[in-house]
């Protein structure tokens, strides 16, 4: 049972347009929320994260939002580059009594930005 | 402040034999998490040590084991290995075992295919 999914395998947009990415989960005892980044050969690498007590956070050209109601958060980057294409994973921890921090990914969606 | 790394890079095996991944933490870091990522999938959690010890462990079974050692680098070993097993492994380090995922950094990964 997947807890934390992307249902978009893959997005394609036109460079200086908005690429909005998007992740749904169903535990309600996740109460932080991230977004990595992963290029071909690379490790994941940290972009943005999103504590249960926001709704939004910003970090220049990204921002991402969060319904905890509906139990689902999105990617917002604006405006898109070619630097962008890469494979954006979602992923939820909760703190609970055994091990911190440790992740839930989702399967990633892969962003193509288009010049 | 050195990053993250992991060797070999690519690895292959055939089915029942025995396989050792390594891992050196970012400097510093007492905290190493491993993942394995199939294809297709988000990175999923293996298990996490912290100071030497286990410190939580997600869906694996027991032919799964690691180790960390007093200068913080750590070892990934599966025995009997499936073809199920082939995967990119993923090591992350963090400072401190309730780091929360954005202090967590990740290595580029080992590539395991087993035949």
């Known amino acids: 049972d997947q807890q934390v999914k992307q249902n978009s395998p893959s997005l394609s947009v036109q460079e200086g347009r908005i690429s909005i990415l998007n992740c749904d989960y169903t535990?309600?005892?996740?109460?932080?929320f991230l977004w990595y980044k992963k290029y071909p050969a690379e490790g994941p690498t940290f972009l943005i994260s999103?504590?249960?007590?926001?709704d939004k956070n910003e970090d220049g050209r990204f921002t991402v939002f969060l319904n905890k109601s509906a139990k689902h958060l999105s990617l917002h980057i604006v405006p898109s580059q070619p630097g962008d294409s890469a494979v954006y994973f979602c992923?939820?921890?909760?703190?609970?009594?055994?091990?911190?921090?440790?992740?839930?990914f989702g399967k990633g969606t892969k962003l193509s930005v288009k010049p | 402040e050195t990053g993250v790394t992991q060797s070999p890079t690519h690895l292959i095996k055939t089915r029942g034999q025995q396989v050792t991944l390594r891992c050196s933490s970012q400097?510093?870091?007492?905290?190493v998490s491993w993942y394995q990522q199939a294809l297709g999938q988000g990175p999923q959690f293996i298990f996490q040590?912290?100071?030497?010890?286990?410190?939580g462990r997600g869906n694996f079974p027991p032919r799964f084991s690691g180790l960390q050692f007093p200068n913080y680098s750590s070892e990934l070993n599966v025995n009997a290995l499936e073809l199920d097993d082939s995967a990119l492994y993923l090591c992350?380090?963090?400072?401190?075992?309730?780091?929360?995922?954005?202090?967590?950094?990740f290595g580029p990964g080992t590539r395991l295919t087993v035949l």
């Open positions: 535990n309600s005892m996740f109460d932080y």
């Open positions: 400097s510093g870091h007492n905290t």
């Open positions: 040590y912290y100071r030497e010890e286990e410190n």
């Open positions: 992923a939820a921890s909760a703190m609970d009594g055994g091990s911190q921090g440790n992740l839930i």
């Open positions: 999103i504590s249960s007590i926001k």
């Open positions: 992350a380090s963090s400072l401190g075992r309730r780091a929360r995922g954005d202090t967590q950094y």
